[in-house]
């Protein structure tokens, strides 16, 4: 495994030094879908700690509580996942529109040499 992460490690520097300086993507698409995928990951990329930790707590409690609540109220057993695409997609929606507004910025720059650099 050790073998391996070290060959990625080298492919990602020569394709950096290989297909130029520039590599960088501002697609806001991009924390709209980590939001998606898993509440707080977009906010995250953002650089939003606050608003990260409180979209993924949110998704957390609408699970649990829905899995345990639907042990006493059995058709809370039949919200909860909808409930929680809600938040997945207002998660995803939230991300995406900070992103835009930002200007979002993802990708790594080489400068004399080789070096790595996300920006926001």
Not at 21 to 27: K, V, W
Request: aromatic share 12%.
């Amino acid at each position: 495994m050790r073998k391996v992460m070290i060959l990625a490690c080298v492919a990602a520097v020569l394709l950096v030094t290989t297909f130029g300086a520039t590599a960088q993507s501002n697609d806001p698409l991009i924390p709209g879908l980590a939001s998606f995928v898993l509440p707080g990951l977009g906010q995250l990329l953002n650089d939003q700690l606050d608003r990260a930790i409180v979209h993924f707590g949110v998704d957390v409690a609408i699970w649990t509580l829905g899995f345990y609540g639907s042990i006493y109220l059995p058709p809370l057993a039949y919200a909860t996942p909808a409930l929680g695409l809600g938040w997945h997609i207002y998660s995803a929606l939230d991300a995406y529109n900070v992103a835009k507004d930002q200007g979002f910025q993802l990708g790594f720059v080489v400068e004399n040499g080789i070096g790595f650099r996300v920006s926001f």
